[in-house]
């Protein structure tokens, strides 16, 4: 009986030690059959760790570099005029553009893309202005201008002393012989041409070295002097009848009766119109200073005379002769020459720049 109580005793207490165990984890006591207790330690084991399953790796993306905004352009080009912005053309001659470059900091060279507007008209003296523009793909645009001045040409003034050998009316009967003669002398002179049906006259003119202009197509005061328009029509026939025959554009011209002359009564104030007119227009008209007054006496002697003694008085002396025409003229040529040069002076052909003699318009 003693013993049943024992046994009891021991298993309850190993029930509620166990439970207690089991309870808070607690190392079991269990009875090792001799009447101790022991305890069994089971080493807990640890839980297998399911391993995380491996990612695969995204590919490296390079991120494009973010461009850097370019500013607006907003910078015009460069226009540059070659030469002066203010240049000089002599009337009736040629105007040649001296031309421009443009470069643009993102366009590179507009010089092809330039554009120029306005007009120079050679044939008037005055001034015009040349306007020049171009701009970039941006729409910038550059504008400059140049200013053209037409005028007369700059009087050039000669050294030494200086004779100017005029003849009017031709050509004539005389004008062979006189090229003959002037050649004989190595002299160059100034022939004021009327309208001829031998032309080929003015092309030997012309080819012997000798200047060329234009006096009038009809030598008819009531004719020439009708009118502003019946001058110009005169003027502009014989022109052209030289340029056809030498190709000479000649802008030299003598007036019938020259500019001082009362015949043109007939038109009243046609001289003063006229002669700026044709200035204007880019002509040099010539009067004289020395007059060989062969209209006047038809003696050589009082020719040559007239001539020798006025020539002096100036210091360029324009001489005006027509011994083209009148035998008892052309005879004093050659003495004049020989007194010319004896005494020291240089005979030369009139040019656009050549001293100006006009007189004082009286019309």
Request: with cysteine; charged share 20%.
């Amino acid at each position: 009986m003693k013993h049943k109580r024992l046994l009891m005793t021991v298993l309850v207490g190993v029930l509620c030690l166990g439970a207690c165990t089991k309870g808070n984890g607690s190392t079991p006591v269990m009875n090792t059959g001799d009447g101790s207790l022991t305890s069994s330690v089971t080493e807990a084991t640890e839980p297998t760790k399911v391993p995380e399953p491996t990612a695969t790796p995204e590919p490296t993306v390079t991120p494009e570099p973010t461009a850097t905004p370019i500013p607006a352009d907003t910078t015009a080009p460069e226009l540059t005029l070659t030469g002066e912005s203010t240049t000089k053309v002599v009337a009736r001659r040629t105007f040649e553009e001296p031309g421009f470059v443009a470069v643009d900091d993102r366009d590179g060279d507009l010089t092809a893309s330039v554009q120029v507007s306005g007009e120079v008209d050679v044939n008037w003296c005055g001034s015009y202005t040349l306007t020049y523009t171009v701009s970039d793909a941006a729409g910038n645009v550059t504008t400059t201008e140049r200013v053209v001045e037409v005028a007369q040409p700059e009087t050039v003034y000669p050294e030494g002393k200086v004779i100017y050998l005029t003849f009017d009316d031709g050509p004539g009967p005389y004008t062979d012989d006189l090229l003959a003669l002037l050649d004989k002398y190595g002299i160059k002179a100034t022939f004021f041409v009327c309208g001829t049906k031998n032309t080929d006259l003015y092309r030997m003119i012309h080819e012997a070295g000798h200047t060329i202009g234009a006096h009038c197509m009809l030598h008819n005061y009531d004719v020439v002097y009708e009118s502003d328009e019946a001058y110009f029509e005169d003027l502009n026939s014989i022109l052209d009848l030289i340029y056809e025959s030498t190709g000479v554009q000649t802008t030299l011209i003598r007036f019938p009766g020259g500019s001082s002359n009362k015949v043109s009564m007939i038109c009243p104030g046609i001289m003063t119109r006229i002669t700026e007119k044709v200035t204007n227009m880019g002509y040099q008209y010539f009067d004289w200073n020395v007059s060989a007054e062969d209209s006047v006496t038809k003696v050589t002697e009082e020719i040559l005379a007239n001539m020798i003694n006025e020539t002096p008085k100036w210091t360029y002396p324009i001489v005006l002769q027509h011994p083209e025409n009148r035998g008892f003229s052309f005879e004093a040529v050659e003495d004049f020459i020989v007194w010319g040069l004896e005494n020291g002076y240089t005979f030369l052909p009139l040019t656009p720049e050549s001293p100006r003699v006009t007189h004082r318009i009286k019309n």
